[in-house]
């Protein structure tokens, strides 16, 4: 008899597969730095519009040229960040919602995106049941805070997104029908005021993220659901390396942010470098210019990668929507049963994932 060892492979020899995506991007065509909502922008350097506008459509080549599919939502004058088009919803299995900004500043951008949505909804490009389901209620920057991680959205909080806008998504994306659970994560460090810009989603079962910028309870689940990780640096953060777009093979990310892209490596992933400065004048890079769409034909859960203690979560579908409350709970988890609003607990023990 063979006794076959599995021995997980998580070096530069792991394999991984690009999978296409379909992206919405928006053009800096007004890119400017005329207010500070964020501790990145800063009044006094001068903005370089027409070069933020060659990086942008560099990155948009780049894209293409790897094979994904870039839609793109025309800017608006008078709202110079709406090149950051991550914070322009989010997209789960079709079904599209559209956000609403903390910052007056931004706040005009929402309905923008919920009419692009309502178009492409009608032109088919969220797939033949794909919906826009109109903007957030609650206070929701879209996936500058919201990150599918496979069967997980991890959904950030502490500077935008609420957490009454977590509880919000189970309900209006009907995460529960999807088998999607949403983790809340909160952000402690003001310079890295949305998720995307502290974590970046690898391959279902992998994140990268700089541990510092999360609370001690959220740094603690990120711990027991990732055991894998990249653990970025302050340089590889400082850098925005970590807002980055993953293909599952090729890691789009800041052309700068050099220490990043040695990690990536290791893990087997090939890092696209992108020069991206002028834009990042606003606070944002890659990530942030750069929403993905998945269709309705595009599957959205993967095989569950969750080894299970206790095999599946315990729902409560009749509960109301409250933060979980037992002391063992280590995930501030906050979901949709799979036909109403209730809460998923997950027990006292936290799932764990496969190596990746
Ligand atoms: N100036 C923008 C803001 O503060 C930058 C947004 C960056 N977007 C992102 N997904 N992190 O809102």
Wanted: proline share 8%; with cysteine; charged share 20%.
């Amino acid at each position: 008899m063979t006794l076959e060892l599995s021995v997980p492979r998580v070096g530069a020899d792991t394999p991984r597969t690009a999978t296409p995506c379909t992206f919405l991007m928006c053009p800096p065509t007004y890119f400017d730095v005329v207010y500070t909502i964020n501790p990145w922008m800063d009044l006094t350097v001068p903005v370089d519009t027409a070069r933020a506008v060659e990086q942008w459509e560099a990155l948009r080549r780049t894209y293409e040229r790897h094979g994904h599919t870039v839609h793109v939502v025309d800017p608006q004058p008078g709202l110079p960040d709406m090149v950051y088009a991550a914070n322009g919803g989010i997209v789960v299995g079709g079904r599209a919602l559209a956000p609403r900004f903390t910052h007056a500043e931004r706040q005009a951008e929402g309905p923008v995106f919920s009419r692009w949505f309502d178009d492409a909804a009608r032109a088919g490009v969220l797939g033949p049941d794909g919906v826009s389901v109109g903007q957030a209620d609650e206070l929701n920057e879209g996936e500058g805070d919201l990150l599918l991680a496979g069967d997980l959205l991890l959904a950030g909080t502490g500077f935008r997104t609420s957490r009454a806008a977590h509880a919000e998504l189970g309900r209006r994306l009907r995460l529960g029908e999807q088998g999607i659970t949403v983790v809340t994560l909160e952000l402690v460090d003001p310079r890295y005021y949305h998720l995307d810009t502290a974590l970046t989603v690898l391959a279902p079962g992998l994140v990268a993220y700089l541990p510092e910028a999360f609370s001690r309870e959220s740094l603690d689940t990120l711990r027991d659901l990732f055991p894998d990780a990249i653990l970025a640096d302050p340089d590889d953060a400082a850098a925005l390396g970590l807002n980055a777009v993953s293909d599952g093979r090729h890691v789009y990310l800041n052309a700068a942010a050099t220490g990043m892209h040695a990690r990536l490596r290791e893990r087997g992933f090939e890092p696209v470098g992108i020069e991206i400065d002028e834009i990042l004048k606003g606070g944002g890079s890659v990530k942030c210019c750069t929403l993905t769409l998945r269709p309705t034909q595009h599957p959205v859960v993967e095989p569950t990668s969750l080894v299970a203690e206790p095999t599946s979560p315990v729902v409560e579908p009749t509960s109301p929507v409250v933060e979980p409350v037992e002391t063992t709970q280590r995930w501030n988890v906050v979901s949709t049963g799979p036909t109403t609003g209730g809460v998923v607990s997950t027990g006292s023990t936290t799932p764990r994932r496969a190596a990746r």
